[in-house]
């Protein structure tokens, strides 16, 4: 796929299932990369796989120093910054009454308001490039709303209409900013997954399996790349079907 020999490109959560299958796309595809993640040993790991790769433990959370990760990622790649994978999240699951109000903003927090600064601090370094690919990872549940996850399908639903915004306000600057929405996909998260829930979603699912993290790696490639360069404010649906917007 053309577009992506030497783009500079960042990736958050860059060492989970969907996280680690979007590094090896990209760097298969001759990207220069910087991976981030707070598990230092994992990026390490990371490391010892994909030789040339840059990596930088940050905790995405901690959002006075975003500004300043944004300038020291973009340092480590060369001084330029051609597109930003914002794919770390987390999960606080409860019912609604029961939800706490830290559950509820510790979801918020990390999963939209970090996605907002992280985007912000980014845009600002592709202005100067006068180009710059933005791509937000959510979820088929920000779409569908999803039992004890109020906060998280709040945050997702929130990416959506926060990049929608991003795309009109710099598509004339030649930014393109696009989220891509997953499914249920085999990660360890869904692996602990008790069976007979699993096959009740399986079962909502037209293509009748769960996704590969292969399968998000593969819509990044496409968007991060110069044959995406007309869409813009669109989500990617990566769903087997169960979601169909």
Not at 29 to 53: C, P, Q, V, W
Not at 93 to 118: C, G, H, Y
Not at 174 to 180: H, P, S, Y
């Amino acid at each position: 796929m053309r577009g992506l020999k030497q783009k500079n490109i960042i990736i958050t959560g860059a060492s989970g299932g969907i996280g680690n299958a979007i590094v090896k796309e990209l760097y298969e595809n001759e990207a220069n990369i910087l991976a981030t993640g707070t598990k230092k040993e994992k990026l390490e790991d990371l490391k010892s796989r994909f030789k040339n790769i840059k990596i930088l433990s940050f905790d995405i959370s901690q959002h006075k120093q975003i500004d300043e990760f944004i300038d020291n990622a973009t340092k480590e790649l060369g001084g330029e910054l051609n597109c930003i994978v914002n794919n770390a999240g987390i999960t606080k699951d409860n019912l609604a009454i029961r939800m706490s109000f830290e559950e509820w903003k510790n979801v918020i927090d990390t999963n939209l308001t970090s996605t907002f600064l992280l985007s912000k601090a980014a845009i600002k370094k592709m202005l100067k490039n006068k180009n710059g690919k933005v791509i937000n990872i959510t979820s088929v549940v920000g779409h569908t709303g999803n039992l004890g996850q109020a906060n998280y399908t709040a945050a997702k639903a929130g990416i959506v209409a926060m990049s929608k915004t991003l795309a009109l306000e710099y598509a004339k600057k030649n930014i393109n900013v696009n989220c891509i929405s997953p499914g249920f996909i085999k990660t360890n998260m869904t692996e602990m997954i008790d069976s007979k829930y699993k096959d009740i979603i399986i079962s909502k699912i037209p293509s009748a399996r769960l996704g590969e993290p292969g399968d998000i790696a593969n819509a990044v490639l496409f968007l991060a790349s110069n044959q995406s360069d007309y869409i813009n404010g669109e989500t990617l649906h990566v769903n087997g079907g169960m979601y169909m917007a």
